[in-house]
Nanobody
Framework: QVQLVESGGGLVQAGGSLRLSCVAS?????????MGWFRQAPGKEREFVVA???????NYADSAKGRFTISRDNAKNTVYLQMNSLKAEDTAVYYC??????????????????WGQGTQVTVSS
């Protein structure tokens, strides 16, 4: 089992920045996990944002490229999402997820085994 706890969400003006954190705990070795960030806006389906393997290989959704950066600190069991140049359309609940297979930075939510509770990001225009 893996428990994931996100933090760092909040209210920010368009053009601003936020950094989300996700701390993992439990029986799995963090460095064996691929980690992803997803988001869900009101009335919309959950969508992929970005993922990273234990080696640091990344996969970004088009909406995140050039503005968002994922990173991880295996010593701290933590994955980060730095979000810059935020737009109103980035408003959503952001979820951290762990892929127990660790095969790659996958983009489908069904490939992820563990999920955090989510953190709200609201971007005012």
């Amino acid at each position: 089992q893996v428990q994931l706890v996100e933090s760092g969400g909040g209210l920010v003006q368009a053009g601003g920045s936020l950094r989300l954190s996700c701390v993992a705990s439990g029986g799995r070795t963090f460095s064996s996990l691929s980690m992803g960030w997803f988001r869900q806006a009101p009335g919309k389906e959950r969508e992929f944002v970005v993922a990273i393997t234990w080696r640091g290989r990344t996969n970004y959704a088009d909406s995140a490229k050039g503005r968002f950066t994922i990173s991880r600190d295996n010593a701290k069991n933590t994955v980060y999402l730095q979000m810059n140049s935020l737009k109103a359309e980035d408003t959503a609940v952001y979820y951290c997820a762990a892929d127990g297979d660790g095969l790659g930075p996958r983009s489908r939510s069904v490939d992820y085994d563990y999920w955090g509770q989510g953190t709200q990001v609201t971007v005012s225009s």
